[in-house]
């Protein structure tokens, strides 16, 4: 017993197979093999078990860091321990995580967050006014000024503040209230607290929570945590992944038999499909929405990621308020940014903000209260936020290099999204949409039926079955389709467009050869 | 209807009875007059209401940012616009927050953080080579070498190598995983993650969350959102808060009739009770828990936070090993740290690691899942979590600044616990027990039978109607015990002891005014 505590102890526990179903690693076999010839008299029956859980939780899914991720990790560490692999590293284009990319963190914002976190610095000849105006500023609205108190549970109210004079700033003059801001732990924890406020009901009226499909997996999850319905609408791929507004209206009405649709949610620009809405298609949107009596929820994190030149970013709450009173004082709507994408990809400060607006008044008592419960939001994330929101203007000292950063990452991304579409269409077997917007292609690719036939024998779906090939082949790390929903039959996988240029290049070409092979290997 | 949205746009919206049962401001009635006036023609019933809303949200009440704390928001804005009070400044000793009463924070852990946000200061001689040292340290491990990259869900791999190591030196030896350690977003968000998973079954086998009352309403809060149910333990007052297991037994046998008691909540030292439980006590606690098959929860936040000379902080997790294999590799638990509390109070970071013994296997797959949906607690808070357990050593640059600094907040911290003590008891109608540690008193106050009358007549609980009349007379804010739970017919609140000495001394001296004013005012 105590070689088998010891196995344990060092992390080769006996594994069966995952929440993704990942098979045994040999080393677990191994240490499964101990435990059944020493078995532990005194190991009693556990009292969580995947029997005994949460069945909700249970039967959440995240692709995006899924078994695809967990294989890279594997293959990271054999690398390392010196195996040879036809590759000598692990490009993990499966999340997109700019930093983690090599892609340099905005100097201004680093500098005021420097300055929030050691106060001292404001005395450094070393860092510009305008970041120590901005460092004081925040941290006057702090309690005893400082990052390390709580903030109120809403956030910071001058970040509040600069939040709302930013959303009016970009909707050209539609007044935004900082009461109806929300700062949130990244976009993440805002949507799953709005939705989690939203779902209610039994049986047949359950909430029915409208997704695209694709989607992003945070909205599947969620869905499936609280144990609401998840109500597909499907983007028009062969239309650039348009949204119809027709097939809202099938889903909806299919939707009414067997639960409350009462959701409906937008990711514009699209994850991970990059496509940016029309203004048409937005007001046609709203207009649903008011019909049916819908709740919106537009994410609209990658709102400072749109590429093509005939595309342009419009807020949902800026239409909204064009279309006149009978809807501006009607519909209710949910926005949510980040701190994660954009041009300043700060991921891992988990900052963000909720818009709220016509939240019935007692209904924000209830998610301050709900919020309350966690205290607050991450206040050096809260900090980030603001540089987002509030960054240097003309004829401030920073506002150069400021400038020159951030437009620096935009151009850069916006050569990647075409480079991406191009050489994708280039291969046979692989259909790519324009890159409109976000930091993703979704391209479609075909797999053979004879591959279909491996990937079933493995009992894996055939995309991943194929991006588990491309993984162990080229050290590329994407993730398949069947993660964010498609229609069936049809085949896709993200990937993300954030490694610099030419690493960007000789990733394409690896994936278009291993395409061209795998494609001869199962004609 | 244009007036009525312009005054729904400055916050002043109609305001019926909050979630905490708030009274209408005279403005807010007001402004609903207005709205009775003129109603909005084009206005439509909203979707989300506190009707349609989820009910197991509506169900959750947090004590600690409730009315009260509501309340001292509107003090304080009076006080701005220059309302006369009997005072001139709210004090806010509702909450663990200690930076923002003054305490500051601890150099060394600031000095690694800034580093961190903006390496370029590590070529600056102003920083300790230390402080570089441990920065280098974190940054390495960081995606890009970025706190703004994601990191792994369960936490950045040599900040959980350090955690481990801190465990196992303060356990004097007994071995700690990495693997078993998961970084969190505070204390708050391992809590609620791990109930989160542990919560199933419906009708008589709805899983039974049994915790000490009074509590921290963290846990009632979340039993609520899941809709568990809450199966209450009296802690003894007559014994200094003590735990007492045949408590527990009666406790666990009473819930077995209408719910599945699975999860033994704990809080060691007690918030909001003080109290720091024995070795004895922690191995019947654990021993029951074996008994009924029970998961415990140790919540132990405050174990830097010990002032009783005959008191020592014991690990559930040492204690556990202590006891022999039948219960270390039986034993299911989950304890819990933040970088909130202790010495630095570092709330606003949120940082907070969870350790997890003998869970099983394909559980931890199963929390990884889930966390892996929000992605990744804040990576800044990460790092302070490094800089707590893995602080300057003798022998480096930093450590005697360091080491004053803690022991000056841990010395004035057991000043004020024996000062706070002494001087509630000197108080007729007021027992205080020994604070023992965290940082609260929760004195028992005798409440006349008058005011009891008066507090029904407010709709309001008699404690919370003696703490909102101390706000309103003294500026100090205290949370009710009602909002902890006390048992039927007793009164307490909950105050911390956090502010600095001298206006502590003040603020015990105004409370106690204060009670003789309210005895003589209800006798």
Redesign the interface.
Same mark, same amino acid.
């Given at each position: 017993?105590q070689r088998a505590?010891a196995l344990v102890?060092? *992390?080769c526990?006996?594994? #069966?197979p *995952? +929440?993704?179903g990942?098979r045994q690693s040999s080393a677990a076999a191994e240490a499964s093999a101990v435990l059944k010839v020493r078995p532990?008299r =005194?190991?009693?029956?556990?009292?969580? #078990? $995947?029997e =005994?859980?949460? +069945?909700q939780?249970?039967a959440?899914? %995240?692709a995006?860091? *899924?078994p695809i991720v967990l294989k890279a990790?594997e293959i990271e560490l054999e690398l390392q321990r010196g195996i040879k692999k036809p590759f000598t590293e692990v490009i993990r284009a499966n999340?997109g995580?700019?930093?983690?990319?090599?892609?340099q963190?905005i100097t201004f914002l680093?500098?005021v967050?420097?300055l929030c #976190? %050691?106060p001292n610095?404001l005395d450094?000849p070393?860092f510009p006014e305008d970041a120590k105006k901005r460092a004081r500023r925040i941290l006057q609205a702090?309690?005893?000024n400082? $990052?390390? =108190? %709580? =903030?109120a549970?809403q956030g910071v109210n001058c970040i509040r503040e600069d939040v709302a004079a930013y959303i009016t700033r970009r909707d050209g003059g539609v007044?935004a209230?900082p009461?109806n801001i929300y700062l949130t #732990?990244?976009a993440?924890?805002g949507i799953?607290t709005i939705l989690?406020?939203?779902?209610?009901g039994g049986g047949k009226s359950r909430t029915g929570v409208m997704i695209p499909i694709p989607q992003y +997996?945070?909205y599947s999850?969620?869905i499936s945590?609280?144990d609401a319905v998840q109500v597909n609408y499907y983007l028009d791929e062969e239309n650039c992944w348009a949204l119809n507004v027709n097939e809202l209206r099938r889903a909806v009405q299919e939707a009414k038999d067997h639960c409350d649709p009462?959701v409906l949610c937008i990711i514009n620009p699209g994850n991970p499909t990059g496509q940016v809405q029309s203004r048409k298609c937005i007001e046609d949107v709203i207009h649903f929405a008011w019909e049916e009596?819908?709740?919106l929820l537009a994410d609209e994190v990658y709102q400072d990621n749109v590429y093509s030149p005939d595309c342009r970013f419009h807020s949902f709450k800026k239409v909204l308020y064009e279309m006149g009173?009978?809807y501006s004082?009607?519909v209710?709507l949910a926005s949510f940014h980040s701190t994660s994408k954009g041009y300043?990809?700060?991921? *891992? %400060?988990?900052g963000g903000y909720m818009e709220v607006i016509?939240?019935? +008044?007692?209904?924000k008592?209830?998610l301050?209260?709900?919020l309350?419960?966690?205290?607050?939001?991450?206040?050096?994330?809260q900090a980030a936020m603001d540089i987002v929101v509030n960054p240097p203007v003309p004829g401030e000292e920073s506002f150069e290099l400021f400038h020159r950063e951030k437009e620096s990452v935009l151009g850069n991304l916006a050569k990647k999204a075409k480079l991406t579409e191009d050489l994708f269409n280039q291969v046979p077997g692989i259909h790519c949409n324009p890159l409109q917007g976000a930091m993703y292609a979704f391209p479609r690719i075909f797999i053979p039926s004879k591959a279909v036939e491996a990937a079933q024998a493995h009992k894996m779906a055939p995309d991943m079955f194929y991006c588990m090939k491309l993984l162990e082949e080229t050290g590329i790390c994407v993730v398949p389709g069947s993660g964010f929903g498609q229609r069936e039959g049809t085949y896709h996988f993200r990937m993300t467009i954030l490694p610099p240029v030419e690493k960007l290049k000789t990733v394409l070409q690896k994936v278009k050869d291993f395409h061209i092979k795998f494609l001869e290997k199962y004609a």
């Open positions: 017993m505590a102890r060092r *992390g526990c006996p594994r #069966t *995952g +929440p993704w990942r532990e =005194s190991r009693r029956e556990r009292i969580l #078990t $995947l =005994s859980m949460n +069945p939780v249970k959440v899914e %995240y995006v860091r *899924g990790g999340i995580d700019a930093q983690a990319m090599g892609q963190p680093r500098q967050m420097a #976190t %050691y610095l450094s070393s702090c309690g005893g400082s $990052l390390g =108190s %709580y =903030s549970s007044p209230d009461d #732990t990244g993440s924890d799953s989690k406020i939203l779902v209610s +997996p945070l999850a969620v945590e609280l009462k009596k819908l709740f009173p009978e004082s009607n209710e300043m990809g700060e991921c *891992g %400060y988990r016509n939240l019935h +008044p007692e209904i008592g209830q301050v209260k709900l309350s419960v966690r205290l607050c939001p991450p206040v050096s994330g």
